[in-house]
C-alpha cells in the first residue's frame, strides 16, 4: 500500500456511506499506508476490517471469492493484474 495505489480513498469512501452495519472490508497488501488505512477505517468498521497484509497469490481465491466487490483505488498501474485475478472469482 503506496500512496500511488491511493488505499486512503477507499477509506473516505466508507466514511460517505455512513453507518452500515452489514459491511465488512477486506484490504490485502502490504507497504507504508497499510496502517493509515487500518486506522482510518477501524472507528467506522469496528471489528469489520480483515486486513491480513502480503498474500501469496495461491491464498488470493479464498478473499476474492469471500468479497462482493473489488477496488482498485489506484492512481496508476501499468497492468492492474490484481483486477484480472478478481475478475477469474466473479
Known sequence: MIERKQPL???EAIKM???VRNLYVIALGEGPQRQLLIN???PNLENRLI???FVNQSE???YFL???IFILPS???SWGLV???AMQFG
Open 75 to 77: 492512481q496508476f498501474d
Open 40 to 42: 482510518s477505517l477501524s
Open 9 to 11: 480513498l477507499i477509506s
Open 66 to 68: 469471500a468479497s462482493d
Open 51 to 53: 486486513a491480513p497484509g
Open 60 to 62: 488470493l481465491a479464498k
Open 83 to 85: 483486477v484480472n485475478e
Open 17 to 19: 456511506l455512513g453507518q
